[in-house]
């Protein structure tokens, strides 16, 4: 069976292994989910990804990233705009995620980044997701 949401599918594995304290997990890639990846480590909340091919697919390897005696870095990530209803901002309507403490992460015209951001070059656009 076909996947629907294989961004919603990222998130929860992401969620899934940080609820258990595994240190890395992998998940098949594609250009969106390399984009949150890349924001992700760009803001702190895991410490890295790479991918890899393996049987003839692309598979996105992502480290995950824990602070001092085992504290989570990623306390919550849920999915915001799904395929049976998109959410879409104007960059005025961006509001700030937990008081500044967290980030959304867009798709935009400029391409994948943070509500900061969007709201520094002035763009909105689909809110993908919510970390803190």
Request: aromatic share 6%; proline share 3%; charged share 25%.
């Amino acid at each position: 069976m076909a996947m629907s949401d294989p961004l919603a599918d990222m998130l929860t594995r992401i969620r899934n292994a940080v609820r258990v304290g595994h240190m890395s997990l992998t998940v098949p890639s594609s250009r969106p989910k390399r984009g949150v990846a890349k924001v992700l480590q760009e803001e702190g909340y895991i410490a890295g990804f790479n991918v890899r091919t393996e049987n003839g697919f692309e598979q996105l390897e992502i480290q995950l990233k824990y602070g001092e005696k085992g504290v989570k870095v990623i306390t919550h990530i849920g999915r915001v705009s799904r395929p049976g209803l998109r959410r879409y901002k104007k960059v005025k309507e961006l509001n700030e995620v937990l008081n500044g403490f967290g980030i959304a992460i867009l798709t935009t015209s400029r391409g994948i980044m943070t509500d900061q951001e969007a709201r520094r070059l002035n763009v909105g656009g689909e809110v993908l997701c919510e970390v803190w």
